[in-house]
């Protein structure tokens, strides 16, 4: 069956600039988590959707970022006015259990 | 505060040796699931191993198997007949908020380079 995926794979985009990055879960999977990393911090989360419950967004570094579950299904991360310290990449997971099934990530590039 | 040390960065390995990685933790939680990832050069993190605190034998997958020491903290990883294919960056983690499920912590990572 279909992984986790992840679009873009790659996205450079000038500071100033707001990007939209796109995770497609497993089908039936009710958790879905985002991560950032970077050289620097390593793996952080920023973000995790279960079910209907409201979002855990404990992790999101600025008011800059957001993120929806549309219909528990595919989600949406936004970084608006991205800067050069958001240049990361960008991993999404889902899990219908414990273990957790990491899509490709998406680079960021902010320039 | 919840925190994953992997104190090795980098290591190497003959291909068909043993190599072990290590991993501490810091939890307050009683319960708890802890995990191993691997993460290849492209990018995608694959689970290796989990291991139940509750449960006192080591878990085993394979060629994997981990050495679990719950007074200490301590959730080491053996990688035994390594193969050019466990080249990775591998990491430990577990759930913050304990159990099996939630936002995971990760350490670091250490490289893993197997040598032909």
């Known amino acids: 069956g279909a992984g986790v995926s992840q679009s873009p794979s790659n996205k450079v985009t000038e500071k100033g600039k707001d990007v939209e990055l796109r995770c497609d879960p497993i089908s039936g999977h009710t958790a879905l988590y985002w991560y950032r990393q970077s050289l620097g911090q390593g793996l952080e989360f920023l973000i995790y959707f279960q079910g209907n419950s409201a979002p855990d967004k404990s992790g999101l570094p600025s008011d800059r970022f957001s993120a929806e579950r549309t219909g528990g299904s595919v989600s949406t991360l936004t970084i608006q006015r991205t800067q050069q310290e958001d240049s990361a990449v960008y991993l999404c997971?889902?899990?219908?259990?414990?273990?957790?099934?990491f899509g490709p990530g998406t680079r960021l590039t902010v320039t | 505060a919840q925190t994953v040390t992997q104190s090795q960065p980098e290591m190497s390995v003959q291909e068909a040796e043993t190599v072990t990685l290590s991993c501490t933790y810091d939890?307050?939680?009683?319960?708890?699931?802890l995990f191993w990832y691997k993460q290849p050069p492209s990018r995608q993190m694959i689970l290796v191993i989990r291991q139940e605190a509750y449960k006192q034998q080591n878990a085993t997958e394979n060629r994997f198997s981990v050495n679990f020491q719950k007074a200490a903290k301590s959730f080491s990883l053996k990688i035994s007949d390594s193969q050019l294919g466990d080249t990775a960056m591998y990491f430990c983690?577990?759930?913050?908020?304990?159990?099996?499920?939630?936002?995971?912590?990760f350490g670091k990572g250490t490289k893993l380079s197997v040598k032909p």
């Open positions: 939890t307050s939680e009683s319960n708890y699931y």
């Open positions: 983690a577990f759930p913050v908020s304990g159990g099996s499920q939630g936002n995971l912590i």
């Open positions: 997971a889902s899990a219908g259990g414990y273990e957790q099934y």
